[in-house]
């Protein structure tokens, strides 16, 4: 029995280093693809940059081999651009495709968060700009008995 204990830590602890280094060598990859489409070699990327990138067939191939959809290529800038400066860092760019990789649904709901974001930056605005409490601070009303 300790020895099946034992011959389980160690398969554990050996597909916890499979996976450190697999995410090592994502982020290597995800490194070595900023620095390729980086064509101003800034260090940083701009949406054109980035636009020109992501008609490569070989980039597509990349993203899509990370479960990255580049069919929507503007909103995946927006949400890689995450302090929304016009430009991204390599550390957004890894951040990013990172939190994107792997299934859909990952994907979807950062880009449904971020577009969520902007639409409550937008009706806040917009009722600064009437005067008006916004919907966030008005009081809710009491449950009927």
Do not use: Y
């Amino acid at each position: 029995v300790d020895g099946a204990i034992e011959m389980s830590k160690a398969d554990r602890h050996l597909a916890s280093e499979k996976k450190q280094r697999r995410k090592q060598e994502m982020a290597c990859d995800l490194l070595e693809l900023m620095l390729e489409i980086d064509s101003d070699g800034s260090g940083c990327l701009c949406s054109a940059e980035f636009m020109v990138a992501i008609e490569r067939q070989d980039v597509q191939d990349f993203l899509e081999a990370l479960g990255i959809s580049t069919s929507q290529a503007c909103v995946l800038w927006e949400v890689l651009d995450s302090n929304s400066d016009g430009r991204v860092d390599l550390v957004e760019f890894v951040d990013g495709m990172t939190r994107l990789q792997g299934e859909a649904k990952t994907a979807d709901m950062q880009i449904l968060m971020m577009q969520v974001r902007k639409l409550m930056d937008m009706f806040q605005a917009q009722f600064a700009a009437v005067g008006r409490p916004s919907l966030l601070s008005l009081p809710t009303m009491p449950e009927e008995k």
